[in-house]
Nanobody
């Protein structure tokens, strides 16, 4: 089992950048794939980015491609979401997720963090 805690959210102006962090506790986190999702008010939770057990295996949603990047630090049991050129429509609660089974393309995740708020506004 793994516990996930997100941090790094806040208020940022349009065009700005932010890095979200996800700290994972529990053993063998390196054997888990991970992802980021977001949920805006009145909207369903949507996929943002995923990373496989190996660092080079990543993919991001079309809506954030070229602006967001996902990475992980195995030594620190951390997963990051680097966000740039932020837009007001990126405003949402961002969630980190992880799962020990499946591939990078599997949409379901078993473990979830509590979320961190990102607000893009001038």
């Amino acid at each position: 089992q793994v516990q996930l805690v997100e941090s790094g959210g806040g208020l940022v102006q349009p065009g700005g950048s932010l890095i979200l962090s996800c700290a994972a506790s529990g053993r063998s986190f390196g054997t888990y794939r991970a992802g980021w999702f977001r949920e805006a008010p009145g909207k369903e939770r949507e996929f943002v980015a995923a990373i496989g057990r190996a660092d080079h295996n990543t993919y991001v949603a079309d809506s954030v491609k070229g602006r967001f990047a996902i990475s992980r630090d195995h030594a620190k049991n951390m997963v990051y979401l680097q966000m740039s050129v932020l837009k007001p429509e990126d405003t949402a609660v961002y969630y980190c997720a992880a799962d020990r089974s499946g591939s990078i393309w599997t949409p379901e995740f078993t473990y979830w963090g509590q979320g961190t708020q990102v607000t893009v506004s001038s």
